[in-house]
RNA sequence: UCCUCAGUAGCUCAAUUGGCAGAGCGUCCGGCUGUUAACCGGAGGGUUGUAGGUUCGAGUCCUACCUGAGGAGCCA
């Protein structure tokens, strides 16, 4: 009987006959050898068939079989420096399951546009296999990260009656009678369960219908997003940067395989350890005028005023307490100056941008009433969360971390659109 | 929504001043016992994004539209 192994398994059975059920990656021959490069999801390694090994009709099939054909392959696992990955299956026997069609992605160059059109292929590559892999860890070290510290994963509404910041970007949908919307933060929510719970955190799919076109804008991506009571500014800047710190020190643990398929300097990944430097939104902006940027005091910060600023330090920057003009109804103003807001946007190095947006919440009610007004929000959907400052309400603080804008910082990768499976972006909903 | 650029074979791209529609890869056929995006020989493959216009003649110039890419604003 002759033992089934997946190929990541395959170094540890040398010298016995294996079975390996999975897909042609590529082909190539030489007179009478055949060269197969099989894939099943776990690895990719080459078997030799030799014409005089085989049974006539194996070595003819060889020849008939196309790029992605399903095929299970039989053979004797052997070592060999010539063969990729140092490891080849030298063939006995194989039987094919499916002849694949003409496949459209070759192993030569294609285009963008192309290769969107067929995701539900092009993430048979090698490539989209190690980012997506790399996302799989990124999502477990999350979930590990705020598991270790007692936080409660508390899920929060996808189908929403009310805007969170802005009504602009929202999807809108019907449920039955009545207009709802796509969530684009479940921080509201949030806010209500760690007044429950303490310590929660929230992780989903959220959607926003800006019509932004460019590297790190997707119309649908993932959020975590963990929200604390008790917790000011500074608790959760700290708690930002051992996040983000523990997030790049797992990709680096668990990814190093896939980080060199995709090419990425490891060197800048390997600095990233807490304490981040912390720029006030004034100190940001004295460092842009130096640089000579003409955004004017007061507004955001623009794409290209991340870059200035994060181009400075070797870890990311925290910017904290931006006008509160700018920023959400919902934070909390700085004592001290109460035009500004205790916010923060952590800025991912190397040119990647915001990777991180969150805040200190509003807990008084009147204030909270009297921001509810000034942004012209309907009072009664809000009604709920005005609830929570009349019940026991207390400081809390929390942030939401863009899954694949980290994603595309720790991979390398200039656009996000490649870190999740099937990108949903402006002008795109296929496949 | 605005700005810039592009659209030619299944894919990636050439095509000089407006003058015969081309190559590589993939596909098909043949050759080779160590290929790594193999190589060598041969074959097939076209409504040049769409619609109109200028011209003896348009892939090339003009107009509109469609699609894509990059960027802006906004954001994670």
Redesign the pocket.
């Known amino acids: 009987m002759v033992t089934q192994v997946y190929i990541r398994d395959v170094p540890s059975h040398v010298g016995r006959e294996v079975s390996i059920k999975g897909w042609l990656y ?1 082909k ?6 055949w ?1 197969l490069l099989v894939r099943d999801g776990t690895g990719v390694i ?1 078997s ?1 068939l ?3 090994n085989v049974a006539a009709d194996v070595f003819e099939a060889a020849e008939s079989l ?2 992605e054909s399903s095929l299970q392959i039989t053979g004797t696992v052997r070592r ?1 420096k ?3 990955g140092g490891y ?1 299956l ?1 063939a006995t026997g194989m039987e094919v399951v499916q002849i694949a069609r ?3 992605i ?9 290769l ?1 059109d067929h995701r539900h292929l092009w993430l048979r590559s090698s490539r989209q296999h190690a980012i997506l892999r790399i996302r799989h860890r990124l999502i477990k070290a999350a979930r590990d990260f705020f598991d270790g510290r007692g936080f409660v994963l508390v899920d929060t509404p996808i189908l929403t009656p009310v805007a969170c ?2 009504t602009t ?1 929202l999807f809108p949908v019907k449920y039955f009678d009545t207009p709802a919307y796509l969530s684009q ?1 479940g921080q509201l929510y949030s806010e209500a369960s760690c007044m429950a719970f303490g310590k929660v955190y929230c992780f989903g799919p ?1 959607f ?1 219908a ?10 649908e ?1 993932w ?1 975590v997003e963990p929200e604390v009571a008790y917790a000011d500014l500074d608790d959760i800047m700290v708690l930002a940067e051992e996040f983000v710190s523990y997030l790049v020190a797992e990709a680096l643990r668990e990814g190093g395989e896939e980080l060199s398929i995709l090419g990425r300097d490891t060197g800048p990944l390997e600095k990233v350890t807490p304490p981040f430097p912390r720029l006030t939104y004034a100190e940001a902006f004295d460092l842009l005028e130096q640089e000579g940027s003409e ?1 004017p005091r007061g ?2 910060l ?3 005023d ?1 870059t200035i600023v994060s181009s400075r330090f070797d870890r990311p920057v925290m910017v904290h307490r931006y006008p509160a003009a ?2 959400g109804f919902y934070m909390e103003p700085d004592p001290e100056n109460p035009d500004l807001a205790l916010c923060m ?2 800025l991912a190095p190397e040119g990647y ?5 969150g805040s200190q919440r509003i807990h008084d009610y009147d204030l909270l009433m009297e921001r509810v007004r000034e942004h012209d929000l309907p009072v009664e959907p809000f009604s709920w969360y005005l609830d929570l400052r009349k019940y026991g309400s207390v400081p809390h603080s929390g942030f ?3 899954i ?2 980290v994603l595309s910082w720790i991979c390398g990768i ?4 490649e870190t999740i499976p099937f990108p949903r ?4 909903l296929f496949p």
Request: hydrophobic share 25%; proline share 5%; no cysteine.
């Open positions: 590529n190539t021959h030489k007179g009478r050898l060269f080459q030799v030799f014409k005089g196309t790029q060999d010539r063969a990729p080849e030298d003409s496949y459209p070759s192993p030569k160059e294609h285009g963008t546009s192309f969107m910041e802005g970007n933060s959220t926003r800006e019509k932004s076109k460019t590297r790190r804008h997707l119309m991506f959020m955004t507004a955001d623009g794409g290209t991340e700018v920023k946007d952590m941008g915001e990777i991180i947006g939401g971390l863009g694949e804008r200039p656009h996000v659109r972006m402006l002008h795109r």
